[in-house]
Protein backbone atom coordinates (compact mmCIF):
# COMPACT_ATOMS: atom_id res chain seq x y z
CA UNK A 1 0.00 0.00 0.00
CA UNK A 2 1.60 3.39 -0.94
CA UNK A 3 1.41 5.61 2.01
CA UNK A 4 0.74 9.65 1.95
CA UNK A 5 4.00 11.16 1.74
CA UNK A 6 2.92 13.54 5.25
CA UNK A 7 2.41 10.37 6.95
CA UNK A 8 5.54 8.85 6.61
CA UNK A 9 7.38 11.62 7.51
CA UNK A 10 5.48 11.83 11.07
CA UNK A 11 5.66 8.23 11.06
CA UNK A 12 9.80 8.58 10.65
CA UNK A 13 9.57 11.68 12.93
CA UNK A 14 8.11 9.65 16.13
CA UNK A 15 10.02 6.48 15.27
CA UNK A 16 13.25 8.71 15.96
CA UNK A 17 12.24 10.07 19.05
CA UNK A 18 11.06 6.77 20.05
CA UNK A 19 15.01 5.50 19.74
CA UNK A 20 16.23 8.67 20.92
CA UNK A 21 14.02 8.41 24.45
CA UNK A 22 14.91 4.98 24.63
CA UNK A 23 18.51 5.49 24.74
CA UNK A 24 18.51 8.42 26.52
CA UNK A 25 16.47 7.20 29.22
CA UNK A 26 18.68 4.17 29.26
CA UNK A 27 16.01 1.60 27.79
CA UNK A 28 12.52 2.39 29.64
CA UNK A 29 13.72 4.22 32.38
CA UNK A 30 12.28 7.41 33.43
CA UNK A 31 11.91 10.38 30.72
CA UNK A 32 14.07 13.61 31.60
CA UNK A 33 12.84 16.11 34.52
CA UNK A 34 10.75 19.19 32.92
CA UNK A 35 9.09 21.64 35.01
CA UNK A 36 5.01 21.09 34.80
CA UNK A 37 2.66 23.16 32.35
CA UNK A 38 -0.93 24.08 32.02
CA UNK A 39 -1.00 20.71 29.88
CA UNK A 40 -0.29 18.61 32.79
CA UNK A 41 -3.32 20.05 35.22
CA UNK A 42 -6.15 17.76 35.42
CA UNK A 43 -9.47 18.84 34.70
CA UNK A 44 -10.48 19.12 38.45
CA UNK A 45 -7.21 21.57 38.90
CA UNK A 46 -8.10 23.39 35.67
CA UNK A 47 -11.63 24.43 37.21
CA UNK A 48 -10.17 25.04 40.63
CA UNK A 49 -7.94 27.77 38.67
CA UNK A 50 -10.93 29.22 36.96
CA UNK A 51 -12.92 29.63 40.37
CA UNK A 52 -9.74 30.96 41.81
CA UNK A 53 -9.39 33.88 39.15
CA UNK A 54 -13.31 34.88 39.76
CA UNK A 55 -11.93 34.78 43.35
CA UNK A 56 -9.80 37.11 42.15
CA UNK A 57 -11.79 39.27 40.53
CA UNK A 58 -14.18 39.45 43.18
CA UNK A 59 -11.69 40.36 45.48
CA UNK A 60 -10.42 43.17 43.47
CA UNK A 61 -13.74 44.51 43.53
CA UNK A 62 -14.26 44.18 47.36
CA UNK A 63 -17.23 41.57 47.06
CA UNK A 64 -15.29 39.90 50.12
CA UNK A 65 -18.51 37.18 50.19
CA UNK A 66 -18.53 36.22 47.01
CA UNK A 67 -14.62 35.99 46.66
CA UNK A 68 -14.50 33.87 50.31
CA UNK A 69 -17.37 31.32 48.11
CA UNK A 70 -15.48 31.28 45.29
CA UNK A 71 -12.41 30.29 47.05
CA UNK A 72 -14.16 26.95 48.63
CA UNK A 73 -15.04 25.95 45.20
CA UNK A 74 -11.63 26.08 43.99
CA UNK A 75 -10.28 23.99 47.26
CA UNK A 76 -13.34 21.56 46.98
CA UNK A 77 -12.04 21.20 43.17
CA UNK A 78 -8.40 21.40 44.19
CA UNK A 79 -7.58 21.24 47.92
CA UNK A 80 -4.06 21.99 47.24
CA UNK A 81 -4.52 24.87 45.48
CA UNK A 82 -1.91 26.98 47.96
CA UNK A 83 -3.11 30.15 46.15
CA UNK A 84 -6.46 29.85 46.58
CA UNK A 85 -5.48 29.46 51.09
CA UNK A 86 -3.16 32.36 50.25
CA UNK A 87 -6.28 34.39 48.84
CA UNK A 88 -8.83 33.75 51.43
CA UNK A 89 -6.18 34.71 54.04
CA UNK A 90 -5.07 38.15 52.54
CA UNK A 91 -9.62 38.15 52.42
CA UNK A 92 -9.74 37.60 56.56
CA UNK A 93 -6.90 39.83 56.94
CA UNK A 94 -9.09 42.79 55.63
CA UNK A 95 -12.07 41.47 57.29
CA UNK A 96 -10.10 41.71 60.57
CA UNK A 97 -10.15 37.76 61.16
CA UNK A 98 -7.10 37.35 62.40
CA UNK A 99 -6.75 33.53 63.76
CA UNK A 100 -8.67 32.57 60.02
CA UNK A 101 -6.06 34.66 58.28
CA UNK A 102 -3.06 33.20 60.47
CA UNK A 103 -4.46 29.68 59.86
CA UNK A 104 -5.06 30.01 55.81
CA UNK A 105 -1.62 31.69 55.97
CA UNK A 106 0.27 28.63 57.03
CA UNK A 107 -2.04 25.90 55.17
CA UNK A 108 -0.67 28.18 52.13
CA UNK A 109 3.05 27.92 53.62
CA UNK A 110 2.66 23.87 54.08
CA UNK A 111 1.98 23.41 50.34
CA UNK A 112 4.16 26.41 49.20
CA UNK A 113 7.35 27.09 51.01
CA UNK A 114 9.16 28.66 48.81
CA UNK A 115 6.52 30.83 46.71
CA UNK A 116 7.65 35.07 47.45
CA UNK A 117 4.52 36.46 46.68
CA UNK A 118 3.35 34.10 49.53
CA UNK A 119 5.83 34.34 51.82
CA UNK A 120 5.60 38.00 51.33
CA UNK A 121 2.08 38.18 52.27
CA UNK A 122 2.49 36.43 55.14
CA UNK A 123 5.74 38.26 56.69
CA UNK A 124 3.28 41.72 55.80
CA UNK A 125 0.58 39.88 58.34
CA UNK A 126 2.78 38.93 60.94
CA UNK A 127 4.22 43.25 60.70
CA UNK A 128 0.77 44.16 60.65
CA UNK A 129 -0.09 42.09 64.06
CA UNK A 130 2.91 43.23 66.06
CA UNK A 131 5.31 40.50 64.88
CA UNK A 132 7.91 42.65 63.31
CA UNK A 133 11.24 40.95 64.05
CA UNK A 134 9.26 37.31 62.79
CA UNK A 135 8.22 38.93 59.51
CA UNK A 136 11.62 39.80 58.60
CA UNK A 137 12.52 36.37 57.79
CA UNK A 138 9.73 36.16 55.01
CA UNK A 139 10.57 39.32 53.47
CA UNK A 140 14.42 38.45 53.25
CA UNK A 141 12.98 34.70 51.95
CA UNK A 142 11.13 36.18 49.63
CA UNK A 143 14.03 39.23 48.53
CA UNK A 144 15.86 35.89 47.76
CA UNK A 145 14.32 34.20 45.80
CA UNK A 146 15.27 34.37 41.97
CA UNK A 147 11.80 33.81 40.69
CA UNK A 148 10.30 37.07 42.53
CA UNK A 149 9.21 39.26 39.92
CA UNK A 150 8.56 41.87 42.19
CA UNK A 151 11.24 42.01 45.24
CA UNK A 152 10.86 45.46 45.71
CA UNK A 153 7.80 45.12 47.52
CA UNK A 154 9.17 42.71 50.24
CA UNK A 155 12.09 45.26 50.33
CA UNK A 156 9.46 48.09 51.15
CA UNK A 157 7.55 46.16 53.68
CA UNK A 158 10.61 44.99 55.32
CA UNK A 159 11.72 48.78 55.37
CA UNK A 160 8.37 49.21 56.80
CA UNK A 161 8.72 46.22 59.49
CA UNK A 162 12.46 47.96 60.45
CA UNK A 163 10.93 51.12 61.01
CA UNK A 164 7.89 49.35 63.30
CA UNK A 165 10.72 47.54 65.39
CA UNK A 166 12.67 51.28 65.35
CA UNK A 167 15.63 50.19 63.71
CA UNK A 168 16.00 52.80 61.68
CA UNK A 169 19.51 51.73 59.93
CA UNK A 170 17.70 48.22 58.83
CA UNK A 171 14.88 50.52 57.44
CA UNK A 172 17.17 52.93 55.56
CA UNK A 173 18.86 49.80 53.85
CA UNK A 174 16.00 48.06 52.83
CA UNK A 175 14.30 51.05 51.40
CA UNK A 176 17.41 52.02 49.87
CA UNK A 177 17.85 48.56 47.95
CA UNK A 178 14.22 49.08 47.08
CA UNK A 179 15.33 52.36 45.48
CA UNK A 180 17.47 50.95 43.45
CA UNK A 181 15.26 48.21 42.25
CA UNK A 182 12.11 51.09 41.13
CA UNK A 183 13.33 54.23 41.78
CA UNK A 184 9.97 55.93 40.68
CA UNK A 185 8.05 54.08 43.58
CA UNK A 186 6.19 56.79 45.49
CA UNK A 187 6.45 54.49 48.49
CA UNK A 188 9.88 53.82 48.46
CA UNK A 189 10.75 57.37 48.17
CA UNK A 190 8.35 58.73 50.88
CA UNK A 191 9.92 56.77 53.49
CA UNK A 192 13.11 57.33 52.31
CA UNK A 193 12.66 61.14 52.85
CA UNK A 194 10.85 60.49 56.63
CA UNK A 195 13.85 59.01 57.18
CA UNK A 196 16.40 61.84 56.18
CA UNK A 197 14.38 64.46 57.44
CA UNK A 198 13.61 62.92 61.07
CA UNK A 199 17.64 62.42 61.08
CA UNK A 200 18.40 66.29 60.19
CA UNK A 201 19.41 65.82 56.27
CA UNK A 202 17.03 68.12 54.85
CA UNK A 203 18.71 67.94 51.52
CA UNK A 204 18.64 64.79 50.89
CA UNK A 205 14.88 64.88 52.15
CA UNK A 206 14.12 66.96 49.42
CA UNK A 207 15.69 65.09 46.75
CA UNK A 208 13.40 62.11 47.81
CA UNK A 209 9.98 63.89 48.23
CA UNK A 210 10.60 65.64 45.29
CA UNK A 211 10.15 62.63 43.47
CA UNK A 212 6.81 61.77 44.73
CA UNK A 213 5.55 65.30 43.86
CA UNK A 214 6.66 65.46 40.40
CA UNK A 215 4.37 62.47 39.83
CA UNK A 216 2.09 64.64 40.83
CA UNK A 217 1.12 62.22 44.26
CA UNK A 218 -0.28 64.70 46.44
CA UNK A 219 -1.80 62.88 49.34
CA UNK A 220 -2.00 64.89 52.26
CA UNK A 221 0.95 63.77 54.36
CA UNK A 222 3.03 63.62 51.34
CA UNK A 223 2.35 67.16 50.91
CA UNK A 224 2.68 67.74 55.15
CA UNK A 225 6.28 65.96 54.86
CA UNK A 226 7.26 68.14 51.60
CA UNK A 227 6.26 71.73 53.77
CA UNK A 228 8.23 70.40 56.78
CA UNK A 229 11.09 69.86 54.60
CA UNK A 230 10.91 73.36 52.99
CA UNK A 231 10.50 75.48 56.23
CA UNK A 232 13.60 73.43 57.52
CA UNK A 233 15.43 74.65 54.23
CA UNK A 234 14.68 77.83 54.88
CA UNK A 235 12.20 78.17 51.46
CA UNK A 236 9.43 79.85 52.38
CA UNK A 237 8.29 80.46 48.95
CA UNK A 238 8.23 76.72 48.56
CA UNK A 239 6.64 76.36 51.42
CA UNK A 240 3.84 78.32 50.88
CA UNK A 241 3.47 77.14 47.34
CA UNK A 242 2.93 73.76 49.30
CA UNK A 243 0.46 74.74 52.05
CA UNK A 244 -1.60 76.29 49.15
CA UNK A 245 -1.55 72.42 47.70
CA UNK A 246 -2.33 71.30 51.08
CA UNK A 247 -5.05 73.47 51.53
CA UNK A 248 -7.34 73.04 48.45
CA UNK A 249 -6.78 69.53 48.03
CA UNK A 250 -7.05 68.59 51.91
CA UNK A 251 -9.18 71.41 53.81
CA UNK A 252 -10.58 69.00 56.42
CA UNK A 253 -7.26 66.74 56.97
CA UNK A 254 -5.42 66.73 60.38
CA UNK A 255 -1.84 67.25 58.04
CA UNK A 256 -3.76 70.99 56.82
CA UNK A 257 -4.88 71.60 60.97
CA UNK A 258 -1.42 70.28 61.82
CA UNK A 259 -0.36 73.37 59.14
CA UNK A 260 -2.78 75.68 60.58
CA UNK A 261 -1.42 75.37 64.56
CA UNK A 262 2.02 75.56 63.81
CA UNK A 263 2.79 72.12 64.74
CA UNK A 264 5.80 71.09 62.66
CA UNK A 265 7.50 69.40 65.48
CA UNK A 266 5.01 67.28 66.63
Not at 31 to 37: G, K, Q, R, W
Not at 164 to 193: C, M, W, Y
Request: glycine content about 6%.
Amino acid sequence: MKMNSSRVLVWLILLVSTLFTGCASGGGGKSPAELPTAFDQTDAQKRARIRLQLAVDYYEQRQLQVALGEIKQALHADPGLSDAHSLRALIYMDMGETQLAEENFQQAMRLAPNNPELNNNYGWFLCQNGRPAQALAYFDAAVKNRTYQSPEKALNNAGVCNLKAKDLPAAERSFSQAFQLDPGNPITNVNLAKIYYDRGDAERAKFYIGRVLRDDVMAADVLWLAIKIERRLGDKTAENSLATQLRRRHPNSPEYAAYQRGAFNE
